[in-house]
């Protein structure tokens, strides 16, 4: 890649009042921490059940 990912990830979160840390170990990989105000956050959506396969097929779509 060229490169960018990092940096624009880290702005993109930093925009947001958060932050950005790597923590990484030679042969055991890096892990990516992303850290948002919680003010920030969506409220999660409210639950919707699953069509039942014969509604989705009827509807044009195909259950996940």
Known sequence: GSGLG???SRALVEAQGGGL???SAPG???VATV???RERLL???PH???APPAAAAAE????A
């Open 6 to 8: 990092l940096p624009l």
């Open 28 to 30: 055991a990989g890096t």
């Open 43 to 45: 409220p999660p959506l």
């Open 35 to 37: 850290r948002l105000p």
């Open 48 to 50: 919707q059940p699953a």
């Open 60 to 63: 044009g779509t195909t259950p």
């Open 21 to 23: 840390t790597l923590e």
